[in-house]
């Protein structure tokens, strides 16, 4: 089996793209790729791309020139964690309390690591992670 080298899209699915579209760029800084009407995706670090879909917008196949996308959506709230430098976690947690973000947990890993946890407006669990929490981070 030829070898996987990483992940490059994460999808979350939102009620409201102009309400995440407020949290992700406002709150959190992240860079804004492509805008759609159903899809909103920004530059995570790292060459990593955070995808926003509308959800139930995705229900249907989606055809252009280049080729087609299946039917995809989610339900639920799902979990997502960027990766921050070692010495970041405390100036994000006060950041996310000045922003009225309530922190959900806090996590010491034995590798060193440390988590920490809120949500976003739809509900998905985000995680901020600083390396020493993975053997490959």
Do not use: C
Not at 28 to 56: C, I, N, Q, W
Not at 99 to 112: D, K, V
Not at 126 to 137: A, D, K, V
């Amino acid at each position: 089996m030829p070898r996987l080298n990483r992940i490059v899209e994460t999808a979350l699915y939102v009620d409201d793209l102009e309400r995440a579209r407020d949290f992700y760029e406002g709150k959190l800084g992240l860079a804004p790729l492509l805008r759609t009407g159903t899809l909103f995706a920004y530059d995570a670090g790292g060459g990593s791309v955070l995808l926003l879909f509308k959800r139930g917008a995705s229900l249907r196949t989606q055809s252009s020139e280049g080729g087609s996308i299946p039917p995809h959506d989610g339900h639920g709230p799902l979990h997502i964690a960027f990766a921050i430098d070692p010495d970041a976690l405390d100036g994000w947690e006060a950041e996310l309390g000045r922003l009225g973000i309530a922190i959900e947990g806090r996590m010491e890993w034995e590798r060193g690591g440390r988590s920490l946890y809120f949500r976003d407006p739809d509900g998905h669990l985000l995680e901020l992670m600083t390396p020493g929490i993975w053997r490959t981070y």
